[in-house]
């Protein structure tokens, strides 16, 4: 794979500078290029066109729409790469590598154009995400001010262990009870309830445990809590991007983070 990225990042840099040269008369043409038995080039680029072989290619060959005809008498030492085309090799040919073929067909086109806006959307939804895990915990600290600060004071980093357990014990409770409301068609507004409470259960867990990560960075200056805040909350925004330890880690933040609202919620109640 390394080796098609290559070809192919060389051969749109090409593109781009040089369009109009290519090593020994293998030029960048709308129209068929031949390499005749006896000569040698260094590569071949052809674009909108077809290319046949009888002769040696030292480097890579790349016909984009357009069709490869390998001779008898043709001998190529590097990769072929032929994209919207066929290629068509006859016995004796000699190939030094391996040969890569891609379709440019509807169903293709349509399943790179699904492929390319699922994952464009994805990337757009994670940034999204992220972009909200820095920017809320940085506003209810600074729209907060006094309540929040006195809210994240009352806990410090010696109770995550216990925060852990309370907020184990939510998630296992919320999921067993969202699990019965299924069931029924009035039980899902009330689902759509929990979540929310659970999104914002989320939002002030992750400004308590955002300023305890920025208040670990000691810079030059003293830092606001403001400040201590978006360090902290950038951080943990950018671990939690890690694939796999990512989801971990957002589980954790989200025990946590029910664990210290059970916990406020039962003191309030006191």
Request: net charge positive; hydrophobic share 55%.
């Amino acid at each position: 794979m390394r080796r098609i990225f290559f070809t192919l990042s060389c051969f749109a840099f090409l593109m781009l500078l040089i369009p109009g040269i290519a090593s020994a008369k293998s030029i960048f043409e709308h129209q068929n290029t031949t390499v005749p038995a006896g000569q040698t080039v260094d590569d071949l680029y052809v674009i909108g066109g077809n290319a046949e072989v009888y002769g040696q290619v030292t480097g890579v060959a790349v016909v984009v729409n357009g069709d490869l005809h390998l001779g008898s008498t043709a001998d190529i030492k590097s990769v072929v790469v032929v994209i919207g085309g066929l290629v068509k090799q006859d016995p004796g040919a000699v190939l030094g590598d391996d040969i890569y073929t891609i379709s440019l067909d509807s169903a293709t086109q349509n399943s790179l154009l699904i492929g390319g806006g699922l994952a464009l959307g994805l990337w757009v939804l994670q940034l999204a995400g992220s972009l909200l895990m820095i920017l809320v915990p940085v506003l209810i600290r600074i729209l907060g001010k006094r309540k929040i600060a006195a809210f994240t004071d009352r806990y410090p980093l010696s109770l995550s262990g216990r925060l852990i357990l309370i907020g184990l014990l939510g998630c296992l409770i919320l999921t067993a009870l969202s699990t019965m409301l299924l069931v029924t068609v009035i039980g899902i507004p009330i689902i759509i309830v929990i979540l929310l409470a659970v999104l914002l259960a989320l939002a002030f867990g992750t400004t308590v445990i955002s300023f305890r990560i920025g208040e670990m960075f000691h810079g030059p200056t003293l830092m606001s809590d403001w400040m201590k805040v978006l360090v902290g909350a950038a951080i943990l925004t950018a671990f939690i991007n890690i694939p796999i330890v990512g989801w971990l880690l957002l589980l954790l933040v989200l025990m946590i983070s029910l664990g210290i609202v059970t916990q406020w919620i039962f003191r309030r109640r006191t």
